[in-house]
């Protein structure tokens, strides 16, 4: 059984300026023997794929914490997994620890039958499903591979990594995108992701969070935010994390506007570190993780 944790957390959104949601439910995932980190929704919101803490190990779950199974248990297995829109397969990958190359898996979440779409690839980071194909940016080039036929919609503009720089690919055109780095100063660039309209980019450069249009411009800086993720084309929702160096220290999950402004914290400070957020598609619950492997998924609504 979940059990309601507003009590014992007090994960209610803090009142400290004119706040735009409210936390109305905080669920825990029960114990079920195995650590689970970086929660992501599949596109229909009723489970959630699961790994490591250093995304070794891809598994899924129901929402209400029943059902674990594991899907792969493959180093980098659970880093930037693309489950498709019907929520049938999730293509993702499998390090080879003697080649040190990748593998591109594809795997049924109903049957857990896996097939291998490529092996023996270099390094790539997102993985974007358009039509029947995963399009990866591998070695500085945009890569093409079949998957299996799943209602995806064509989705021919992506951003990812590549050498700790943004890179953009338009219908095949790839673009280096660097609006903070000058002659004095390099800046590199991670957790980067695109609106789910497709026309502004968020990512992280230094230790701020950052919002732009696909080129760079019109930048607004939402702050020392961490591990973004777009939870509509209007608000991104984020960890506010702090260390001391060594070792985390505190971090709650917050909300903002990507105009930089609204900026509200949804749980509220106490013992438990809640980190990498992920929002369901229809933008009202948010998963997230402590840093013993526990899993809460709390419920917000817009007023």
Known sequence: ?????????????????????????????????VEMYHPVFTPDGKQLLVTSEAYDGLGIINVDGTNYRSLSDARSAGYYP????????????ELDETTMTLSLMNIDL???????????????????????????????????????ASNQVENNVFVTEEDLKLVVYRNGERTVVDPLSTPDRDVNYCWS????????????????????????????????????VWRDNDYVVAMDDRDDGYRYTASDIVIMGRDGNDR???????????????????????????????????????R
């Open 110 to 148: 109903a049957t857990g039958s896996k097939h291998t779409l490529e092996s023996g690839m270099g390094h790539f980071n997102h993985i974007n499903l358009s039509g029947d194909e995963a399009l990866m940016g591998v070695e500085g080039k945009m890569t093409r591979r079949k998957v299996a």
């Open 82 to 93: 693309a489950v498709s829109a019907d929520g049938s397969t999730v293509t993702c990958r």
């Open 264 to 302: 509200q914290q949804l749980t509220a400070t106490s013992s438990e570190i809640m980190m990498f957020p992920s929002v369901s598609a229809q933008g009202d619950r948010i998963a997230c993780h402590t840093l013993e492997g526990k899993v809460y998924i709390m419920t917000i609504k817009e």
């Open 1 to 33: 059984m979940k059990k309601p944790l507003l009590s014992l957390l007090a994960l209610t959104a803090v009142a400290a300026v004119a706040q735009k949601f409210d936390v109305v439910d905080v669920q825990l995932l029960p114990a079920t023997g």
């Open 193 to 228: 992701s695109l609106s789910p309209d497709k026309k502004h980019l968020l990512f992280v450069g230094g230790n701020n969070a950052y919002v732009s249009d696909l080129y760079g411009g019109n930048l607004v800086n939402l702050g020392r935010l961490h591990a973004p």
